[in-house]
């Protein structure tokens, strides 16, 4: 008989970035967000929902080891491209009761495309390590 559970750690598992391991990576985070109607007629006392689209965002925060930033900001300044990534993400936990049941779970996003702040310096007495978090957002779950 089996007395504890294991649920998945997510310190186990690995991310990729155009086919690339990201050795540096801290964290990544794949979400959707699902976005709703809701509506009722005369009558009804409760609401009908229906869901009309949904919106992919990745986030990934790595340690700063190489000027990857840098690089895509300078592209863009000088060329006006705009970055575009496939995203891979997999959770390889082998010990946890998932696994056990269903396998490797990878999770492959494409057209990922930086948004938001990026940091391209950051000095702090207090501080520890140089984090950047990037959030992307994804244009298809394939």
Do not use: H
């Not at 009908?48 to 965002?57: E, G, V």
């Not at 990934?60 to 491209?81: E, V």
């Amino acid at each position: 008989m089996k007395y504890n559970k294991a649920p998945i750690l997510v310190t186990e598992g690995r991310a990729f970035l155009n086919g690339i391991e990201v050795m540096d990576m801290v964290n990544c985070k794949i979400v959707v967000t699902v976005n709703a109607w809701e509506g009722k007629q005369v009558g009804e006392k409760t609401k009908s929902t229906r869901w009309k689209d949904y919106d992919i965002k990745v986030t990934m925060t790595r340690r700063r080891s190489t000027p990857f930033l840098k690089k895509l900001l300078k592209n863009f300044t000088d060329f006006g491209g705009t970055p575009e990534f496939t995203i891979q993400g997999t959770q390889l936990d082998k010990n946890s009761d998932y696994y056990k049941e269903y396998g490797t779970d990878t999770i492959t996003v494409v057209g990922c495309v930086p948004v938001g702040d990026i940091t391209v310096l950051e000095i702090d007495a207090d501080g520890d390590t140089l984090d950047d978090v990037i959030t992307f957002n994804a244009k298809a779950i394939v």
